[in-house]
């Protein structure tokens, strides 16, 4: 539950015109995340404002007040609006605005929307049935579509077999964390391709010695790849699903949930052949955690593919039983010795990204809807 940063009562959860906010009935403040923002206040003024914050400029510590979400010290901005200056507590790493009574009224509101003409009631009739209909098959899951995709990388990726994420909504910040993990994995791998057997030995993870060099090779087995297929093909996945989860966590959960889903992913590998002396090595046990979180954090999302008979289009969680439903067939190989793929990672790092998408979806709530 949210605490009020003000009078440190329990908010409540409240539904606006905008979307949600959380209230306090005792001083009535609110919280509201930049999004909602968006929603509510001139975009000019909500770009410059998140812009500033970005860059940390005119953001004043405070550490009387504490965040709703991770209670930690908000930051204080001063804006100037036509009714003078408004003081505005924010917490940049979870996106929240604290609003005290009356605050947000002194923001300037978003202009009203121009009249639309005037249309004939056939064309009317015909513009709505339209739009139902584009609707129905954006959110139907199975549809076949019967052109590419709209980028040209999306389109080669598909037709070696990758999948491609299709509508997908603006970031609201750069997946700075993101991009350096799959920089950091690209630098790593590509060092150890030199002595690749050397590199694998020393820091991949072994099931019969989960503890050696301290237990580090939980995570350096993370950023080793066996060859190009198997590196390029993590960071791809890395980079389409892990930008969005990024932008709705923020960086710390979102490495905690890498992190968790990696060291999720190698003890199942360890539970299923403690004994094992074959090193693992790769990427994918945290990325499967990611794969997941996104599947149920945006679950109208769009996934392309590319088969035989055409394009096929789904929502995400239906694109995420079919993966689920290949690293179960993948496991299966696995267990009965006719696979090298540590699909057992996949699967233990899928089920963290769940775990942690039910421990922290409603402080994302209002961000995902």
């Known amino acids: ?184 994995i690209l630098v790593v791998s590509l060092f150890s391709f030199g002595s690749l057997e050397y590199w694998v030995r020393e820091y991949g993870f072994v099931p019969a010695d989960p503890l050696r060099h301290g237990g580090l090779t939980f995570l350096t087995s993370f950023l080793l790849h066996g060859g190009w297929f198997h590196l390029l093909g993590n960071l791809y996945f890395l980079l389409v699903f892990g930008d969005d989860v990024e932008d709705v966590l923020g960086h710390t959960k979102y490495l905690a949930l890498l992190v968790i889903a990696t060291v999720a992913g190698d003890l199942l590998h360890l539970a299923s052949d403690p004994e094992s002396l074959v090193p693992g090595i790769g990427a994918s046990g945290g990325i499967s955690g990611v794969i997941a979180f996104y599947a149920f954090a945006f679950p109208r999302a769009r996934i392309g593919l590319f088969v035989r008979f055409g394009w096929i289009r789904l929502s995400a969680r239906w694109a995420f039983a079919l993966w689920i439903g290949m690293q179960a067939f993948g496991t299966w190989q696995q267990l009965t010795g006719f696979g090298e793929v540590n699909y057992l990672a996949h699967i233990g790092g899928a089920a963290a990204g769940v775990v942690c998408w039910l421990l922290w979806r409603e402080r994302r709530l209002e961000t995902w809807e």
């Not at 605050?103 to 015909?126: D, F, G, I, N, Y």
């Open 1 to 184: 539950m949210f605490t009020c940063p003000v009078c440190r009562t329990t908010l409540e959860r409240t539904k606006t015109g905008n979307g949600l906010v959380w209230a306090c009935s005792r001083c009535g403040g609110h919280a509201a995340t930049v999004a909602i923002l968006r929603k509510s206040v001139e975009g000019a003024f909500v770009s410059q404002l998140w812009d500033d914050l970005l860059a940390g400029k005119w953001l004043r510590p405070r550490a009387d007040r504490l965040c709703p979400s991770c209670t930690k010290p908000m930051g204080e901005i001063t804006r100037e609006t036509v009714t003078g200056p408004v003081e505005i507590d924010v917490c940049r790493p979870c996106q929240f605005f604290w609003f005290d009574l009356g605050e947000s009224e002194q923001l300037p509101v978003l202009p009203p929307e121009a009249p639309e003409p005037e249309m004939h009631p056939r064309a009317r009739e015909a513009l709505a049935l339209a739009e139902i209909e584009l609707i129905r098959r954006r959110h139907e899951p199975g549809e076949f579509e019967s052109g590419a995709p709209d980028e040209w990388w999306q389109v080669l990726a598909s037709i070696v077999g990758m999948p491609v994420e299709q509508d997908a909504e603006g970031l609201l910040r750069r997946p700075l964390l993101t991009w350096g993990i799959s920089l950091l």
